[in-house]
């Protein structure tokens, strides 16, 4: 299995400019999370899934950041406007069920916003 | 908001030594896994331990679970170089459905 795909891998934009994380799932995982870590805040759950439904969104930081999950392989966490202060590494985690299964981690994204 | 509190913050240690890191949590939970992070990299999980649990291994991994004092604590024998990383402590709370809680993180240097 290629494990959790993230894309890009690095995203430098200026402020005011929209951004669109990507994840793709490991397959069979019903559970999919997106996560934000700075060095100040640490690692932060933003939202989750459970097949492709948002459960619990109440980490989002403000109505800038949205989340959809259109099927089971693919999510978008978008920054619209994007400003500094969401200049963090962004992971997208999945799962197989809940509360024992591990959570494994895609490779994060480095958004940069000037 | 943070569940787990790893202590100590940051760690050095010479290869070969053992390093014991602990963590603190408050409320009910259903496991505590601990995490490792590779400089630049994702998290990837080294070892689950449920709440009915006391004590599990893996390899040179041992960790622990007290419940009545909310603490576990993660221990690493025989450390080597590339044990170099960032450890996590993580717990899914009673009820929380798969979402895990992570703490700030120790930084575990091991000197060569």
């Known amino acids: 299995d290629a494990g959790v795909i993230q894309s890009p891998r690095h995203e430098v934009t200026e402020m005011g400019q929209e951004v669109t994380l990507r994840c793709k799932p490991i397959?069979?995982?019903?559970?999919l999370f997106w996560y934000r870590q700075t060095m100040m805040r640490g690692l932060e759950l933003l939202i989750y899934?459970?097949?492709?439904?948002?459960?619990?969104d109440s980490g989002m930081p403000e109505d800038r950041f949205s989340a959809k999950m259109p099927n089971a392989s693919f999510s978008t966490l978008k920054i619209q406007p994007s400003e500094p202060r969401d200049s963090a590494v962004y992971f997208c985690?999945?799962?197989?069920?809940?509360?024992?299964?591990?959570?494994?981690f895609g490779p994060g994204t480095r958004l940069t916003v000037l | 908001s943070q569940q787990g509190e790893e202590d100590p913050q940051a760690l050095s240690i010479q290869e070969g030594e053992n390093a014991t890191m602990n963590c603190s949590y408050k409320?009910?939970?259903?496991?505590l896994q601990w995490y490792r992070q590779n400089s630049g990299r994702g998290l990837v999980h080294l070892i689950l331990?449920?709440?009915?649990?006391r004590e599990k291994h893996s390899g040179r991994l041992r960790v622990t679970l007290d419940t009545s004092k909310k603490s576990s604590s993660l221990l690493i024998t025989a450390s080597r170089a590339a044990d170099t990383a960032s450890y996590f402590c993580?717990?899914?709370?009673?009820?929380?459905?798969?979402?895990?809680?992570f703490g700030k993180g120790i930084t575990l240097s091991v000197r060569p």
């Open positions: 985690a999945s799962t197989r069920t809940a509360s024992t299964d591990t959570q494994y």
């Open positions: 397959s069979g995982h019903d559970y």
């Open positions: 899934f459970n097949n492709n439904v948002p459960i619990d």
């Open positions: 409320t009910s939970i259903n496991n």
């Open positions: 331990i449920r709440s009915n649990e």
């Open positions: 993580a717990t899914v709370n009673t009820g929380a459905n798969s979402k895990l809680t």
